[in-house]
């Protein structure tokens, strides 16, 4: 592989690593959205307290927070591995010249 294509490609792992950081970024913004979504105690009314459309909702809040939560942390997980591919590249990379240059 040429300097380069070398160059390039360790270009293209930080540009990867940052794109997944923006939409773990992106997607804890909806998380905060749903912050504000959820049910206070007492929200709905009696009616739908018995008819069990509070349960469901919080239900489904807790669901779908989960979900986002968890994509959160894999998005960044997946920056941050992509980051640290980069990374040991290059170290490789700089020990491999130190030992030519130890001749």
């Known amino acids: 592989m040429s300097e380069a294509?070398?160059?390039a490609a360790l270009s293209d792992l930080q540009h990867d690593s940052n794109t997944w950081e923006d939409l773990s970024n992106t997607v804890a913004e909806v998380r905060g959205v749903l912050?504000?979504?959820?049910?206070?105690?007492?929200?709905?009314?009696?009616?739908?307290?018995?008819?069990?459309?509070?349960?469901?909702?919080?239900?489904?809040?807790?669901?779908?927070?989960?979900?986002v939560d968890g994509a959160v942390t894999v998005l960044y997980e997946i920056s941050d591995q992509l980051v640290s591919t980069k990374r040991n590249?290059?170290?490789?990379?700089?020990?491999?010249?130190?030992?030519l240059d130890q001749g």
Not at 37 to 64: R, S, W
Not at 89 to 99: C, K, R
């Open 5 to 7: 294509k070398y160059e």
């Open 35 to 67: 912050d504000g979504i959820a049910l206070a105690p007492l929200e709905m009314d009696g009616f739908g307290h018995m008819t069990g459309a509070e349960a469901n909702y919080n239900t489904a809040h807790e669901m779908i927070y989960g979900l």
């Open 89 to 99: 590249y290059e170290s490789v990379d700089g020990y491999s010249q130190w030992l």
